[in-house]
């Protein structure tokens, strides 16, 4: 039987790789919910730099003593994901006004989806307002720094990919 007294919610995204505005959004989330399930999206149509198990490892390090987190993937819909795990709130966050138009219909349709869902936009902090995955693998590509945009563990891998100083 489910635990119904844990409020738990979900973070889907594709965390190719996670960043440091992703888990901005992870640990305002772990001060709201019991559990957070970190699920990296799995989309055979979308080409990843890293592999599913590599950006579950990587979440997995830099989520480690933060809280009750648990880190795995998923393929197809979010919301039957979501109905799999029986969980009734999907967290994604809103960077700035630009992400509101596709998270507003994505909540929408997960909510026609699955209707005892409802998704909870958080805020990062305003320093990463202009981070994502792209841009961090696009500055790494060409050997710039990332550190101070992505977690220790990700900073490693990303120069063992392209090579690059610390
Ligand atoms: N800090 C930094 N970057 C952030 C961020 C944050 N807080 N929030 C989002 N981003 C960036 C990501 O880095 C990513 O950047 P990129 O495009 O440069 O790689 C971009 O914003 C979007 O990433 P993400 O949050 O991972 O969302 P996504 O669009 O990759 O994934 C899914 C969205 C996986 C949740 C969605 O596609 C989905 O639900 N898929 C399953 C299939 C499904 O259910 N489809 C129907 C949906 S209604």
């Known amino acids: 039987m489910k635990d119904l ?25 772990i001060q709201i ?9 799995v989309n055979p149509a979308k080409q990843t730099l890293f592999s599913e198990q590599e950006r579950i490892k990587l979440i997995e390090k830099a989520v ?22 029986g969980v009734r709130a999907i967290i994604r966050g809103l960077r700035m006004i630009s992400d ?7 909540a929408l349709m997960n909510r026609k989806l699955k209707p005892d869902a409802d998704t909870v936009f958080l805020m990062p902090s305003e ?9 961090i ?18 900073a490693e891998a990303l120069r063992e990919k392209f090579g ?3």
Not at 7 to 22: S, V
Request: hydrophobic letters at 40%.
């Open 137 to 154: 693998k696009d500055i790494a590509r060409h050997q710039g720094q990332i550190d101070c945009f992505v977690p220790k563990a990700v």
């Open 64 to 85: 480690e003593g933060l809280g009750s987190f648990e880190v795995t993937s998923f393929s197809g819909l979010t919301a039957s994901f979501a109905e799999l795990k």
């Open 100 to 106: 509101f138009e596709y998270e507003f219909q994505m």
């Open 5 to 29: 007294s844990k409020r738990i919610a979900l973070y889907p995204g594709t965390f190719d790789p996670i960043t440091n505005g992703h888990l901005d959004i992870a640990e305002r989330a």
């Open 33 to 41: 919910f019991d559990h957070l399930i970190i699920a990296v999206a």
């Open 164 to 166: 690059g100083k610390k």
């Open 127 to 135: 320093k990463y307002t202009y981070l994502s995955s792209s841009t």
